[in-house]
Protein backbone atom coordinates (compact mmCIF):
# COMPACT_ATOMS: atom_id res chain seq x y z
CA UNK A 1 0.00 0.00 0.00
CA UNK A 2 1.48 3.61 -0.85
CA UNK A 3 1.87 5.99 1.50
CA UNK A 4 -0.63 8.24 0.56
CA UNK A 5 -3.44 5.09 0.16
CA UNK A 6 -2.03 4.07 3.65
CA UNK A 7 -3.20 8.28 5.05
CA UNK A 8 -5.99 8.05 3.17
CA UNK A 9 -6.92 4.49 4.57
CA UNK A 10 -6.46 5.31 8.40
CA UNK A 11 -8.41 8.87 7.80
CA UNK A 12 -11.09 6.90 7.11
CA UNK A 13 -10.77 4.38 9.75
CA UNK A 14 -10.52 7.23 12.03
CA UNK A 15 -13.45 9.22 10.89
CA UNK A 16 -16.46 6.09 11.06
CA UNK A 17 -18.81 6.20 13.99
CA UNK A 18 -17.78 4.26 16.76
CA UNK A 19 -20.74 2.75 19.30
CA UNK A 20 -19.66 4.81 21.88
CA UNK A 21 -20.75 8.25 19.56
CA UNK A 22 -24.16 6.63 18.97
CA UNK A 23 -24.83 5.42 22.63
CA UNK A 24 -23.82 9.32 23.49
CA UNK A 25 -26.77 10.75 21.35
CA UNK A 26 -29.00 8.32 22.12
CA UNK A 27 -28.37 9.52 25.35
CA UNK A 28 -28.72 13.03 24.74
CA UNK A 29 -32.26 12.09 23.31
CA UNK A 30 -33.54 9.77 26.17
CA UNK A 31 -32.42 12.78 28.41
CA UNK A 32 -35.46 14.84 27.58
CA UNK A 33 -37.46 11.51 28.47
CA UNK A 34 -35.94 11.01 31.35
CA UNK A 35 -35.80 14.41 32.94
CA UNK A 36 -38.36 15.87 31.77
CA UNK A 37 -38.73 18.59 34.40
CA UNK A 38 -35.12 19.87 33.33
CA UNK A 39 -35.38 20.84 30.07
CA UNK A 40 -33.84 24.46 31.14
CA UNK A 41 -31.10 22.96 32.70
CA UNK A 42 -30.68 20.75 29.83
CA UNK A 43 -30.89 23.56 27.00
CA UNK A 44 -28.20 25.35 28.86
CA UNK A 45 -25.82 22.41 28.73
CA UNK A 46 -26.57 22.04 24.97
CA UNK A 47 -25.71 25.88 24.42
CA UNK A 48 -22.76 25.76 26.38
CA UNK A 49 -21.66 22.26 24.71
CA UNK A 50 -21.87 24.14 20.98
CA UNK A 51 -19.73 27.31 22.43
CA UNK A 52 -17.36 24.77 24.01
CA UNK A 53 -17.41 22.76 20.79
CA UNK A 54 -16.55 26.27 18.73
CA UNK A 55 -13.60 27.32 20.73
CA UNK A 56 -12.28 23.59 20.48
CA UNK A 57 -12.23 24.00 17.01
CA UNK A 58 -10.05 26.53 16.96
CA UNK A 59 -8.18 25.61 20.26
CA UNK A 60 -7.99 21.79 20.20
CA UNK A 61 -7.19 21.66 16.65
CA UNK A 62 -5.48 24.92 15.44
CA UNK A 63 -3.54 25.79 18.64
CA UNK A 64 -5.46 29.37 18.86
CA UNK A 65 -6.01 30.45 22.42
CA UNK A 66 -8.42 32.92 22.82
CA UNK A 67 -9.77 34.56 26.07
CA UNK A 68 -12.98 36.36 24.35
CA UNK A 69 -14.37 34.10 22.41
CA UNK A 70 -17.84 35.64 24.00
CA UNK A 71 -17.14 38.58 21.75
CA UNK A 72 -18.70 36.03 18.90
CA UNK A 73 -21.27 34.93 21.22
CA UNK A 74 -22.67 38.19 22.30
CA UNK A 75 -22.87 39.60 18.67
CA UNK A 76 -24.69 36.20 17.73
CA UNK A 77 -26.91 36.91 20.87
CA UNK A 78 -27.95 40.57 19.86
CA UNK A 79 -27.91 39.65 16.44
CA UNK A 80 -30.97 37.16 16.88
CA UNK A 81 -32.15 39.55 19.95
CA UNK A 82 -32.42 43.00 17.62
CA UNK A 83 -33.89 40.91 13.98
CA UNK A 84 -37.31 39.96 16.80
CA UNK A 85 -37.30 42.61 18.42
CA UNK A 86 -37.88 44.58 15.40
CA UNK A 87 -39.83 42.13 13.27
CA UNK A 88 -36.71 42.22 10.86
CA UNK A 89 -36.75 38.41 11.09
CA UNK A 90 -39.43 36.53 12.36
CA UNK A 91 -38.74 33.13 11.30
CA UNK A 92 -36.52 31.36 14.62
CA UNK A 93 -33.91 29.32 12.04
CA UNK A 94 -33.65 32.17 9.61
CA UNK A 95 -32.75 34.47 12.62
CA UNK A 96 -30.39 31.86 14.33
CA UNK A 97 -28.10 31.45 10.47
CA UNK A 98 -28.30 35.00 9.94
CA UNK A 99 -26.40 35.60 13.63
CA UNK A 100 -24.55 33.54 13.14
CA UNK A 101 -23.15 35.10 9.58
CA UNK A 102 -23.07 38.57 11.46
CA UNK A 103 -20.69 36.38 14.28
CA UNK A 104 -18.81 34.25 11.48
CA UNK A 105 -18.34 38.46 9.73
CA UNK A 106 -16.80 39.87 12.82
CA UNK A 107 -14.24 36.11 12.91
CA UNK A 108 -13.20 37.18 9.95
CA UNK A 109 -12.40 40.64 10.13
CA UNK A 110 -10.41 39.95 13.43
CA UNK A 111 -8.66 36.68 12.49
CA UNK A 112 -6.17 39.06 10.77
CA UNK A 113 -5.28 40.24 13.87
CA UNK A 114 -5.42 37.50 15.83
CA UNK A 115 -3.10 35.47 13.59
CA UNK A 116 -0.49 37.59 13.46
CA UNK A 117 1.20 36.75 16.99
CA UNK A 118 2.19 34.00 19.62
CA UNK A 119 -0.22 32.60 22.40
CA UNK A 120 0.36 35.53 25.10
CA UNK A 121 -0.33 38.09 21.86
CA UNK A 122 -3.46 35.89 21.19
CA UNK A 123 -5.01 36.10 24.14
CA UNK A 124 -5.06 39.65 24.59
CA UNK A 125 -6.18 40.42 21.13
CA UNK A 126 -8.97 38.42 21.93
CA UNK A 127 -9.97 39.63 24.86
CA UNK A 128 -9.08 43.18 23.61
CA UNK A 129 -12.21 42.63 21.37
CA UNK A 130 -14.33 41.26 23.49
CA UNK A 131 -14.32 44.27 26.03
CA UNK A 132 -14.07 46.86 23.02
CA UNK A 133 -17.78 45.13 22.02
CA UNK A 134 -19.00 44.93 25.82
CA UNK A 135 -17.91 48.73 25.72
CA UNK A 136 -20.02 49.57 22.64
CA UNK A 137 -22.98 47.84 23.39
CA UNK A 138 -23.35 50.04 26.46
CA UNK A 139 -21.85 53.10 25.00
CA UNK A 140 -25.00 52.37 22.29
CA UNK A 141 -27.57 51.88 25.03
CA UNK A 142 -30.56 52.93 22.72
CA UNK A 143 -29.63 50.13 20.40
CA UNK A 144 -28.62 47.32 23.20
CA UNK A 145 -30.96 48.73 25.76
CA UNK A 146 -27.05 49.21 28.19
CA UNK A 147 -27.35 47.51 31.05
CA UNK A 148 -30.68 45.93 30.94
CA UNK A 149 -30.38 44.47 27.82
CA UNK A 150 -32.86 43.88 25.23
CA UNK A 151 -36.85 43.68 26.54
CA UNK A 152 -39.81 42.79 25.46
CA UNK A 153 -38.27 39.94 22.87
CA UNK A 154 -40.79 37.46 21.66
CA UNK A 155 -40.17 34.88 19.78
CA UNK A 156 -42.37 33.61 16.77
CA UNK A 157 -43.19 29.61 16.54
CA UNK A 158 -40.11 27.78 14.36
CA UNK A 159 -41.48 27.03 10.98
CA UNK A 160 -44.60 28.89 12.20
CA UNK A 161 -45.57 25.19 14.18
CA UNK A 162 -43.10 24.89 17.02
CA UNK A 163 -43.98 27.42 19.74
CA UNK A 164 -41.76 27.93 22.43
CA UNK A 165 -42.75 27.18 26.11
CA UNK A 166 -41.89 28.24 29.31
CA UNK A 167 -41.12 25.37 30.42
CA UNK A 168 -38.41 24.76 27.78
CA UNK A 169 -39.22 21.68 25.51
CA UNK A 170 -39.69 23.55 22.49
CA UNK A 171 -35.88 25.11 23.39
CA UNK A 172 -34.31 22.14 24.22
CA UNK A 173 -35.06 19.94 21.22
CA UNK A 174 -34.88 22.77 19.12
CA UNK A 175 -31.02 23.19 20.57
CA UNK A 176 -30.34 19.57 20.40
CA UNK A 177 -31.35 19.23 16.70
CA UNK A 178 -29.02 22.75 16.13
CA UNK A 179 -26.05 21.17 17.77
CA UNK A 180 -26.36 18.01 16.56
CA UNK A 181 -26.13 19.19 12.74
CA UNK A 182 -23.52 21.38 13.20
CA UNK A 183 -21.42 18.89 15.13
CA UNK A 184 -21.92 16.67 12.21
CA UNK A 185 -20.06 19.41 10.07
CA UNK A 186 -17.44 20.16 12.44
CA UNK A 187 -17.49 16.14 12.22
CA UNK A 188 -17.09 16.15 8.74
CA UNK A 189 -14.32 19.71 9.13
CA UNK A 190 -11.95 17.87 11.39
CA UNK A 191 -11.39 14.56 9.71
CA UNK A 192 -11.27 16.35 6.09
CA UNK A 193 -7.39 16.77 4.83
CA UNK A 194 -8.29 20.49 5.54
CA UNK A 195 -8.76 19.11 9.34
CA UNK A 196 -5.29 17.45 8.95
CA UNK A 197 -3.51 20.25 7.60
CA UNK A 198 -4.82 22.03 10.76
CA UNK A 199 -3.47 19.09 12.97
CA UNK A 200 0.00 19.73 11.45
CA UNK A 201 0.05 23.68 12.05
CA UNK A 202 -0.80 23.10 15.82
CA UNK A 203 2.33 20.52 15.81
CA UNK A 204 4.74 22.66 13.75
CA UNK A 205 3.94 25.81 12.03
CA UNK A 206 6.70 26.25 10.53
CA UNK A 207 7.19 22.35 9.38
CA UNK A 208 3.60 23.14 7.99
CA UNK A 209 4.33 26.24 5.99
CA UNK A 210 7.86 24.07 4.32
CA UNK A 211 5.89 21.14 3.17
CA UNK A 212 3.09 23.98 1.63
CA UNK A 213 0.61 23.98 3.41
CA UNK A 214 -0.95 27.90 3.58
CA UNK A 215 -0.95 28.42 6.87
CA UNK A 216 -2.63 31.82 7.73
CA UNK A 217 -5.36 30.88 5.53
CA UNK A 218 -6.06 27.86 7.29
CA UNK A 219 -6.30 29.26 10.08
CA UNK A 220 -8.15 32.20 9.15
CA UNK A 221 -10.56 29.92 7.64
CA UNK A 222 -11.00 27.65 11.51
CA UNK A 223 -11.12 30.80 13.34
CA UNK A 224 -14.15 31.95 10.69
CA UNK A 225 -16.02 28.52 11.47
CA UNK A 226 -15.56 28.99 14.83
CA UNK A 227 -16.95 32.44 14.93
CA UNK A 228 -20.09 31.07 13.17
CA UNK A 229 -20.36 28.18 15.55
CA UNK A 230 -20.08 30.72 18.90
CA UNK A 231 -22.89 32.90 17.10
CA UNK A 232 -25.27 30.43 16.77
CA UNK A 233 -25.05 29.25 20.59
CA UNK A 234 -25.58 33.34 21.46
CA UNK A 235 -28.77 33.30 19.27
CA UNK A 236 -29.59 29.99 20.75
CA UNK A 237 -29.43 31.66 24.32
CA UNK A 238 -31.54 34.65 23.14
CA UNK A 239 -34.45 32.44 21.22
CA UNK A 240 -34.21 29.90 24.07
CA UNK A 241 -34.50 32.71 26.98
CA UNK A 242 -35.69 35.79 25.57
CA UNK A 243 -33.38 37.75 26.96
CA UNK A 244 -29.98 39.84 25.86
CA UNK A 245 -28.21 41.94 28.15
CA UNK A 246 -24.37 43.08 28.25
CA UNK A 247 -23.80 39.45 30.28
CA UNK A 248 -23.25 37.71 26.56
CA UNK A 249 -19.76 39.57 26.53
CA UNK A 250 -18.62 38.74 30.20
CA UNK A 251 -14.94 37.74 30.47
CA UNK A 252 -16.31 34.59 32.65
CA UNK A 253 -18.10 33.43 29.47
CA UNK A 254 -14.95 33.29 28.03
CA UNK A 255 -13.21 31.73 31.25
CA UNK A 256 -15.84 28.97 31.72
CA UNK A 257 -15.09 27.56 28.19
CA UNK A 258 -11.51 27.04 29.46
CA UNK A 259 -13.12 24.97 32.29
CA UNK A 260 -15.19 23.05 30.65
CA UNK A 261 -12.35 21.76 27.66
CA UNK A 262 -10.00 21.33 30.53
CA UNK A 263 -12.95 18.68 32.07
CA UNK A 264 -13.27 17.41 28.67
CA UNK A 265 -10.58 17.85 27.19
CA UNK A 266 -9.30 19.21 23.74
CA UNK A 267 -8.98 18.41 20.14
CA UNK A 268 -11.79 15.66 20.67
CA UNK A 269 -15.01 17.30 19.59
CA UNK A 270 -16.72 15.38 22.63
CA UNK A 271 -14.53 17.14 25.02
CA UNK A 272 -16.56 20.15 25.08
CA UNK A 273 -19.38 18.38 25.30
CA UNK A 274 -19.40 15.88 27.87
CA UNK A 275 -17.14 18.81 29.67
CA UNK A 276 -20.29 21.12 29.43
CA UNK A 277 -22.64 18.47 30.90
CA UNK A 278 -20.21 17.55 33.60
CA UNK A 279 -19.43 21.19 34.50
CA UNK A 280 -23.16 22.13 34.84
CA UNK A 281 -24.13 19.05 37.06
CA UNK A 282 -21.14 20.37 39.43
CA UNK A 283 -22.54 23.66 39.27
CA UNK A 284 -25.90 22.11 40.20
CA UNK A 285 -24.83 19.86 43.08
CA UNK A 286 -22.30 22.10 44.67
CA UNK A 287 -24.36 25.18 44.54
CA UNK A 288 -27.15 23.01 46.08
CA UNK A 289 -24.86 22.03 49.24
CA UNK A 290 -23.25 25.42 49.71
CA UNK A 291 -24.77 28.10 47.31
CA UNK A 292 -21.81 30.80 48.29
CA UNK A 293 -18.40 28.14 48.04
CA UNK A 294 -19.41 26.34 45.14
CA UNK A 295 -16.67 27.51 42.65
CA UNK A 296 -14.55 26.81 45.31
CA UNK A 297 -15.34 23.52 44.81
CA UNK A 298 -15.17 23.13 41.11
CA UNK A 299 -11.65 24.29 41.72
CA UNK A 300 -10.83 21.72 43.56
CA UNK A 301 -11.87 19.34 40.90
CA UNK A 302 -10.13 21.17 38.67
CA UNK A 303 -7.03 20.89 40.32
CA UNK A 304 -7.79 16.96 41.17
CA UNK A 305 -7.94 16.89 37.23
CA UNK A 306 -4.65 18.20 36.33
CA UNK A 307 -3.24 16.96 39.74
CA UNK A 308 -4.22 12.92 38.87
CA UNK A 309 -4.25 13.36 34.82
CA UNK A 310 -7.51 12.48 32.65
CA UNK A 311 -5.74 9.44 31.55
CA UNK A 312 -5.76 8.07 34.79
CA UNK A 313 -9.59 8.97 35.92
CA UNK A 314 -10.53 7.66 32.62
CA UNK A 315 -9.10 4.41 33.26
CA UNK A 316 -10.65 4.66 36.76
CA UNK A 317 -14.38 5.33 35.54
CA UNK A 318 -14.03 2.29 33.30
CA UNK A 319 -12.87 0.09 35.61
CA UNK A 320 -15.99 -1.64 36.49
CA UNK A 321 -18.12 -2.31 33.49
CA UNK A 322 -14.25 -3.64 31.92
CA UNK A 323 -14.21 -5.72 35.31
CA UNK A 324 -18.15 -6.36 34.33
CA UNK A 325 -17.11 -7.38 30.68
CA UNK A 326 -14.77 -9.68 31.63
CA UNK A 327 -16.42 -11.44 34.07
CA UNK A 328 -19.47 -12.08 31.13
CA UNK A 329 -16.86 -12.79 28.70
CA UNK A 330 -15.21 -15.45 31.30
CA UNK A 331 -18.45 -17.12 31.61
CA UNK A 332 -18.80 -17.41 28.60
CA UNK A 333 -15.85 -19.15 27.79
CA UNK A 334 -16.16 -21.36 30.51
CA UNK A 335 -19.22 -23.01 29.08
CA UNK A 336 -18.02 -23.11 25.65
CA UNK A 337 -14.89 -25.16 26.41
CA UNK A 338 -16.50 -28.26 27.77
CA UNK A 339 -18.89 -28.50 25.12
CA UNK A 340 -16.06 -28.26 22.55
CA UNK A 341 -14.57 -31.32 24.22
CA UNK A 342 -17.66 -33.25 24.38
CA UNK A 343 -17.58 -33.07 20.41
Same mark, same amino acid.
Given at each position: MSAPDDVGYHARRHARWHVGEIVFWVLALASAFLFPSRYLVMTD?????LFAMSIDLILGYAGIVSLGHAAFFGVGAYSAGLMALHGVVTEPLLALVLAGCAAMLLGFVTSFLVIRGVDLTRLMVTLGIAMLLEALA?? @?????????????????PILGIFAFDMFGRTGFFYSLIVLFVLFLLARRIVHSPFGLSLRAIKNNPLRAAA????? %????????? &???????????? @??????????? &?????????????LIIGGTGYLYGGLIGAVVFRMLQE??????????? @?????????????????????????? %?????????????VAIPEGEGQ
Open positions: IVRLGES @FSGITGGTDGLQGIEMQIGIPV %NRRLIAIYT &VAAFYAGIAGAL @FTQTTALASLD &VFAFERSADLLLVVFSTITPQYWQ @FWIGVVLVAIVMIGRARLHRWVLFLP %NLLIAQVAGRKAA
